[in-house]
Every structure is written in structure tokens, then in C-alpha cells.
């Protein structure tokens, strides 16, 4: 019989016996992750982290669609000062001098002036010395009677000349007064409080009544001028509150009055705005918004919770669980910081103002402060 071989498998065979459970463990473990990436993709992209933002409510408001009209700032109060008496001038403030009502803006040289008021004087007294006489002459006949020896003609003359020496006396009296008028006007003085903007005369120059001396204007008391057609102007009305801008502040000014006659040229009305007390010069250009329309009720937002895109307008509503919500809208009536949102959007929802641009539809959100002001919920 033959003797079997009873030996121990060699080093071979140990190995392809390690291979052979080596590659069914990696086997194992290759299923275990394809199953785990299928569930992950199963599952979709993780969510995106909680957004910091900002909100404010929307609000149901009055607005108006409004266009702009170009307006000028102007002083209540901006005059040609001119001569009122002729004379050569002697002075003339500065420009750019500020002067109170009453302060001398200009003096003009009053030696005629004077020679006339003295020479009204003169004959103030003796015209005053003939009527006393006359007066005298008249009743010393009168007294007498028909004793007088004069006739009743020649006493109807002495009344005759003592009345016309009486009329003559106060001619001479107003010629007087008007001597010390044109005196006092050779001291050109301002009727109003302002700045001297500009000299029309000279020193050395000769004014005739009626020349201008100075330009006054009172920086103090503003106003805005604008024109606009009769069409955009059938909305305003005076005590109304509109915005006016000069390209760097937006105010709020109160319609003073909408002047009722038309320019036949440019075929516009002109309206005037109260200007409140600002920094703004006269002569600067503004933008007057003014309504096209009769206000309406309406669900508005502030301007920069909205979202421009190539193909839609919309913005982010912030629900009871802090979820953004990405909701298309259509736009209205805008005035100031605020404007008609037109769709799924009531007052008191909350909309994101800072923040939207990164947010997507259904992210978590994190509320902050609003601490560059506007309203915040």
C-alpha cells in the first residue's frame, strides 16, 4: 500500500488561501460605501448654513406714480435796490456784505438835497410873514366896517389875497417835506435783511432816480420754483408735501402755491415750495417728484429688499420659522424708500433688505439687528 504524504500545505498555498480573504473583505467594504454615496445622492446637496439678514415689514400705504420737474432754489426776497433821489454816489457796501432792514447799503451826495430843503425853508418863512399880514390886513377892515373907507371889492380882494397867500404857504410846506425826503434818500437803506449779491453803480457815478444801486437778497427765506404742465399739476394742491433733491439730499418742502397762469411758450405752470431751513444755495438746480396721479392704497416695501434680475423681479418673505421665501413680484407707484409690491406679499410680512442676494428659496435665515436704520421686525 502505498505511504500517503501527511505534510503540512506550503507557504503557497497560504498565501492564496490570505488573497482569496483579503479580496472578499475589500469587497465588503466597497458595497458598504457605494451603498452609503448612492443614499447620499439619494438624499441630495446638503443645506446651505443660516443666512444672516436684515427685514422690515411690508406696509400698507397711499402711493402715487410721480415724475420730476426741474426747479430752481430762489429767495423770497431779491431786489434792485435803486436811487430814489439823483446824485453822485459817494458809497456803496461790498459785495457779499450782510446788512439788517434799515442798514445804509449807499449814500449818495446830498449838497442838492440840502440847498433844496433850505431853500424850502426860506420860503416857508416868508410866505408865512405875507399870510400873517394879509390875515391881519383883512381883519383890521373887517373890524371896521363900513367906516373902513374901503369898499366891499377891495375887501373881497384882501380875502382873495390873504387865502391865495395861505395856499401858497402850504404849497411851500410840501416842498419842504420833499427837500427832507430826498435828503434822508441819499442814504440808500435796505428794506429787507440780506446780502449784497451784486453793485450796478460805482463810486463817482451819477444815479439818476430810478437807477439801480445793489442787488439784495435775503439768503434766509428760501423757496423753490419749478414748472411743470397743467396735466401734473392737477394733483397738487398748496399745503401739500412733496420730495425735491439737488443730487445729494432728498427733502420733504410744502407747496406754497401753484400759479394758475400758464407760460404760452413752454405751455407749464409754476409752483411754489416752501424750502425748509438747509444748507442749499440760491441759483442750485433741483429735481421736484411730483404725483401724476391720486394716491391709492397699496402693499409697499422698501426699495432694497428688491431683487433685479434678467428675467425676474422679485424678493424674500421671511416666514414664522425663519425660512426665506423667494416670491415674484411686480412693481408700482415708488415714493421716497418705499414702493408698490405687486403680488404674494401682504402688510406685516417680512422681507429681507439686506442679505438677498445670496439667499436661495427655502434657507434658514438669522435675523440681525438693523442697526444702519430702517424698521426691522
Known sequence: MPKLNLRRPGPLLAGAVALVALAGSGAYFA?????KAKAS???GPPAPPPANVRVAEAVATSLAPHADAPGSVVSVNDSLIAAATPGQVLWVAEIGSEVKAGE???RIDPADASQQRDEARTDIKRLSSRAGYLARLVGRHEGLGEDGGESEAAVDQMRADRDESQQNL?????ALRRAETALERTEVKAPFNGRIAAREIEVGEFANPGAPIARLVNIDEL???????????AAVHAGDNVRISNGVETISA???AVVPVGDTVSRTLELRLILPETDWHIGSAVQVSLPRSAPKKVVAAHRDAIILRADRVSLFVVGADDVAKQVDVELGAADGDLIEIIGEVKAGDRVVIRGGERLRDGQKVVIQSNAGGGATS
Open 41 to 43: 445622492a439619494e438624499a
Open 170 to 174: 402850504e404849497r411851500a410846506r410840501v
Open 254 to 256: 410744502k407747496v406754497r
Open 223 to 233: 423757496e423753490v420754483t419749478a414748472q411743470a404742465t397743467d396735466t401734473l399739476l
Open 104 to 106: 445804509i447799503i449807499a
Open 31 to 35: 458595497g458598504a460605501f457605494n451603498d
